[in-house]
């Protein structure tokens, strides 16, 4: 029987890995820029594009799971904010509301989480990846968290100073956030996701203290992961050193860490928990060679381990990065395993390149 990238998944998650560590470089936006003809924007719109893509990147760089997902700015565009797509990426126009007491709340628009704007397009690419993959392939469906969903549809200046001068009004309003997007998170598992990412940047130690992240941010992550029923990976940005029992503490499948984060010294801090990350998008994927690529994946499969660990890119990949990149990510972590395999040695994963280089 095939060992199946899903039940790679779900062993690593388990901590009983049987060959290599799961590997999900974030990649949604960069698949559609580099394995369609056509532009991300029309990738975006058209489902079938963005599924021709996603399967096209997978079976040609080999890593672990399918992304039904351009960019996260669907969901705000099902609020009513306008979308505008740059050279740069897409951008947002939050909605042009004052919100100062509870009444106001009531004006900000109660999407239908399988109707509005480019919602279905979302579900009905899902719905062709999870065909394809037929239950072997971890098909990833992401929808941002509500407190960054929340400073995308509503100024974020106006949100931090409602933090401190008018927190039960925002505290209502996340949670009519966060009633939609856990609608939208059953819609997406309807369709056929089996793995849902949630990154939650706006949340990170440098925008809101740890303290506030646990009063208003941890329930209601913990309110998704737990009636989503499957597994969730949490992505915050930064050193989110002061969060990480907080991200534990979500009840998410895995926390995927920034690049500037040590892994070592974070599973100190949490060992029970699956860990995710973190090779540096930019400084690595981006803008690096693909030996530094393969450094940098090296240092993460070593400070990661074997058990209870995926092996991510620390933040989204930036849609120019280069295919070869990508590849070599790929395949430092996949030829080390079977290098480990024809010498009959459980070798730990620092110990062989990809090249097939003893590198002890």
């Known amino acids: 029987m095939t060992y199946?990238?899903?039940?790679?998944?779900?062993?690593?998650?388990?901590?009983?890995?049987?060959?290599?560590?799961?590997?999900?470089?974030?990649?949604?936006?960069?698949?559609?820029?580099?394995f369609s003809d056509f532009s991300p924007l029309e990738v975006a719109s058209d489902p079938q594009l963005m599924v021709n893509a996603q399967i096209k990147a997978k079976e040609s760089?080999?890593?672990?799971?399918?992304?039904?997902?351009?960019?996260?700015?669907?969901?705000?565009?099902?609020f009513g904010c306008e979308i505008r797509f740059l050279e740069s990426g897409p951008l947002v126009d939050p909605l042009p509301l004052e919100i100062?007491?509870?009444?106001?709340?009531?004006?900000?628009?109660?999407?239908?989480?399988?109707?509005?704007?480019?919602?279905?397009?979302?579900?009905?690419?899902?719905?062709?990846?999870?065909?394809?993959?037929?239950?072997?392939?971890?098909?990833?469906?992401l929808f941002e968290g509500p407190f960054t969903t929340t400073c995308r549809v509503i100024e974020t200046e106006l949100i931090m100073r409602m933090i401190y001068k008018k927190k039960p009004v925002l505290e209502q309003l996340m949670d009519k956030i966060t009633g939609f997007l856990l609608d939208f998170g059953k819609a997406l598992i309807e369709s056929g996701a089996n793995v849902i990412l949630i990154p939650e940047p706006t949340a990170s130690a440098s925008m809101?203290?740890?303290?506030?992240?646990?009063?208003?941010?941890?329930?209601?992550?913990?309110?998704l992961v737990n009636e989503l029923k499957v597994p969730c990976i949490l992505h915050i940005c930064g050193d989110t050193t002061s969060l990480l029992e907080s991200m534990a503490q979500t009840g998410a499948s895995v926390l995927s860490l920034d690049q500037c984060m040590d892994l070592a010294e974070?599973?100190?801090?949490?060992?029970?928990?699956?860990?995710?990350?973190?090779?540096?998008?930019?400084?690595?994927?981006?803008m690096g060679t693909t030996e530094q690529v393969e450094a940098d994946t090296l240092k993460s499969l070593s400070k990661g381990g074997r058990s209870r660990f995926i092996l991510m890119s620390g933040c989204g990949v930036p849609p120019k990065t280069a295919v070869e990149n990508i590849e070599a990510m790929v395949l430092?972590?996949?030829?080390?395993?079977?290098?480990?395999?024809?010498?009959?040695?459980?070798?730990?994963?620092?110990?062989?390149?990809?090249?097939?280089?003893?590198i002890l």
């Not at 388990?14 to 580099?34: E, H, Q, S």
């Not at 080390?336 to 003893?358: C, D, E, M, S, W």
């Open 61 to 78: 760089m080999g890593y672990d799971a399918v992304f039904s997902y351009v960019h996260p700015l669907y969901i705000p565009e099902a």
């Open 100 to 141: 100062t007491c509870e009444k106001d709340v009531d004006n900000v628009p109660q999407p239908d989480a399988k109707r509005e704007a480019t919602l279905p397009i979302i579900l009905e690419a899902t719905q062709g990846l999870s065909e394809y993959g037929n239950g072997e392939i971890p098909v990833v469906g």
């Open 208 to 223: 809101i203290s740890p303290p506030m992240f646990r009063d208003i941010v941890l329930p209601r992550l913990q309110k």
């Open 332 to 358: 430092t972590a996949t030829k080390q395993i079977l290098r480990k395999i024809r010498q009959g040695k459980h070798l730990p994963f620092t110990a062989v390149n990809y090249a097939g280089h003893i």
């Open 266 to 286: 974070a599973r100190t801090v949490i060992p029970k928990a699956v860990l995710g990350g973190n090779v540096d998008p930019v400084n690595s994927l981006f």
């Open 4 to 34: 199946s990238d899903m039940q790679r998944f779900k062993d690593a998650l388990k901590g009983t890995p049987k060959d290599r560590v799961p590997i999900f470089p974030l990649i949604g936006g960069w698949a559609a820029t580099n």
